[in-house]
């Protein structure tokens, strides 16, 4: 964060715990520059940019004031979710096509989408690493490296588990077509058609239209917007419903950013291990921490191979590569199995281009951007949603990855909301695709993955305005 | 096919037909150069070449002679095969993978591969192509061309379908992770867990293995080692299990080599029409062709979308890069709801790098060294096997691809056989891998994508001998 972005920050936290009110004088930026010992030029960078966000205004001659519109910061969401834990046959695709639809196309404000802007990540780098490594090809590797993928990458992928302080050899790794196509090879591996499967509520959609693929049961869990899913529920689920698998994302879950605790992480290990139950961990946003260092995830607690960790480099490194991997403990052989049989391998340039990218050492130094524009994004996008969205609206408050989850007060409809935003040329992802109850109907989840531009400010203003209308 | 080799085969057919008989003497080296037009070295090197095939001695200072075991090519296998017409469950991973696996190093003579060699493809100017392409990346892309693929390669594809006169549009194209993974989509875009699936007999392990991962019924149905699937059995099939998909390989079929007429194919369009049948035409072989043009699919006389073609470029251009594609007509929708929720999309560097190599125009130029390469292996291998094989095996004359299947004579055992072969380093494909029922227990696969080497040569005198003892 720059200097003047750090003092907008310090100015916008007064006025939002009331240090500072509504019609307050800000100091003069010569006054200012002397107390903060920071340059005149700094100090108006400041205003500026909290005038831009509507927080101060500027009187002609007289200086700057706290605007009457500044409110206070929104609340988080507190109470975990209180699904009915019935297990219920999945019919989700039809809305979730519906709604990925309207949203592919480049000129919708993408607050709905699932992915960052492409822009956060070095495309150029990567391309000149893969020509390099495509002109190394041995050719007989695209005949001796086909299942588990190729083993330069496998290596790179071991060698980020040690640095987190996790051993897994190559060999027990399997590169897969990215994330997505690595967890339903997990799941394919351990369930049949019939089978229960606990998830979080809400949970990610791909993860019930998996779920709906191969004609399988969705329990959901309680699960709580800061720390995750409820293990006494989990627990009580297992005993009730016997499942075949249980499929979490442990850090920054998608939707609602929450994360569990390494303790509770490491009680979750103790717990699927002793009811004998696979345990798919979905971990592709831990890289994108906002602290001081990655959340170990679930597998690092894993004694005896009950966890299945899934990622990938879609959202850190390579969108479109489409290379993801799972570490599947004692399932190594069913999934490498599922793996051939589904696509065979995965596609060489992307591997060795990655691979290749990965040894040159210059991924960490990326992700140190990436997370502070990410991080940066965040307190801008929940500060714009203080000041447009209704009253009452509560807003997660997650540590990592680039989603929001939003509690909308009174009976604002979510799927209502989201057909006039789409009318007006934006997306948003409403509370019920994440749910195979379609619960969640007064929730959305925005996408802070791009820069709070003036167009995607516009666009929030908007869609708080609808909200405000739906709550009437 | 260079003089030398055009002479040697000429007088390999002399031999064979009965023209030239054992211990005849053929021409001396300057008379058939001078009745030939072709320079005494042209001759010598034929004369070495046959002499190294063991179809002729030389004996000191007096010439080469026609050897005593010059043998006649074997016969072709004549007669379709008879299934017992039940639908059952498929039940062959086990089987597919101990031999798949015994076979996956790089010290195994391939005969049992379902690869061609790697070193028949331009990897350099993949590569290069794959760096420009790269070099040349529109970020946005990563985002808005996931699931049906790069509008740039599909543009490529529809024109190769358009050289071959089918008219397709790009937009009815669904890029993806080989044709492994089109046949899978197409698969689960049409079939519930219990249908019944038609499939050839003998038919591609990959097909069972899919079946039995989706925990669909195989219907085998008589198959013609010629000219592929018979019509009439196709039809009496479809009466008695009313299936929900067949599942075909109209060119060039693995593992049988037959290829199916256009008539046939014309007629097997209009068939599945009339009974508002997925057929599922696995086309991955159809460019190996070695006659005159590339034999139309099925596809081309598709009229009512009834046609899912699959193909790719694994065989024909860029082994390991995992670009294939599927034209899932009428299915266009399910299957790309079934590509964006198996993996999302296909790896952009290789949809990328292939859609610029196709750009080029050099692809045409590639492929036809690549038929005459195969095609002067084939012809090799059955002069061999002619040569080593127990008398009374039938071997196919396959018009396309890369493999040629065996029909062993006697009570010899494919599965022993292959297990003794893999004792002395070689892999084969015995024939139980491609039948649900486990049919074909004395047939083999044998892949002639490999060109013949000493080494090569002499796996096949040990296989032909260890068949002869199994015979006894």
């Known amino acids: 964060m720059k200097r003047y972005q750090a003092l907008a920050a310090d100015i916008a936290a007064s006025i939002r715990n009331g240090t500072l009110k509504p019609g307050d004088k800000l100091p003069s930026v010569r006054r200012a520059s002397a107390s903060r010992h920071l340059s005149p030029a700094t100090v108006f960078q400041a205003y500026y940019l909290l005038e831009a966000k509507g927080l101060i205004r500027a009187r002609d001659r007289s200086g700057y004031y706290v605007a009457h519109g500044a409110k206070a910061l929104p609340p988080e969401p507190e109470t975990a979710s209180k699904p009915d834990g019935e297990a219920r046959p999945v019919v989700i695709s039809e809305l979730v096509v519906r709604i990925l639809e309207s949203a592919m196309t480049r000129d919708v404000v993408p607050l709905g989408s699932a992915f960052p802007s492409p822009l956060l990540f070095p495309f150029e780098r990567l391309g000149r690493a893969t020509a390099v490594a495509m002109s190394q090809l041995d050719p007989w590797s695209t005949v001796s ?24 050899r190559p060999e027990h790794i399997v590169v ?21 499967v606990l998830v979080e509520s809400p949970c990610f959609y791909a993860c019930l239209q998996a779920l709906e693929r191969f004609g399988l049961h969705a329990v959901e869990v ?6 995750g899913i409820d293990l006494d529920a989990l627990e009580a689920a297992i005993a009730r419903h016997r499942p075949a698998a249980c499929w979490l994302m442990t850090n920054y879950q998608n939707p609602l950013g929450s994360a569990m605790s390494e303790a509770k992480k490491h009680a979750l290990a103790a717990l699927v291990a002793r009811h004998r139950l696979p345990l798919i961990e979905d971990d592709v946003y831990g890289e994108l921490y906002f602290d001081n260092r990655r959340p170990t995830p679930t597998k690092g607690f894993d004694g005896d191979g009950w966890v299945m960790h899934c990622s990938s480099f879609s ?14 403990g004692r399932f190594l052989k069913q999934v490498t199995y599922q793996k051939l049989t589904t696509s065979l391998a995965t596609s060489m340039p992307g591997q060795l281009g990655i691979a290749r990218y990965l040894e040159r050492g210059s991924f960490e130094r990326h992700l140190r ?9 965040r307190d801008e996008y929940i500060d714009a949603i203080g000041r447009h969205f209704p009253a009452g609206t509560k807003v997660s408050r997650p540590s990592g990855g680039y989603f929001l989850w939003l509690e909308l007060p009174g009976a604002v409809d979510a799927l209502a909301l989201h057909d006039k935003a789409m009318a007006a040329g934006i997306s948003i992802a409403p509370g019920p695709m994440f749910s195979a109850s379609r619960g969640f109907g007064a929730c959305i989840r925005v996408n802070y993955g791009h820069p709070l531009t003036a167009r995607v400010e516009a666009a929030l203003r908007t869609i708080g305005k609808t909200a405000i209308r739906l709550a009437a």
């Open 315 to 328: 959202k850190t490194l390579a969108p479109g590569y489409r290379v993801g991997w799972t570490s599947p």
């Open 369 to 377: 951007g990436l997370r502070l524009s990410l991080r940066k994004n």
């Open 222 to 227: 309680a699960t709580d917007p800061r720390d």
């Open 145 to 168: 490296e086909l299942a588990p993928g190729s083993h330069a990458l496998r290596q790179q992928i071991a060698l980020r588990y040690l640095v987190d302080g996790i051993h897994i």
């Open 176 to 196: 897969t077509n990215g994330a997505m196509e690595a967890l339903n090879l997990c799941l394919s591996a351990v369930c049949k058609p019939g089978d229960a």
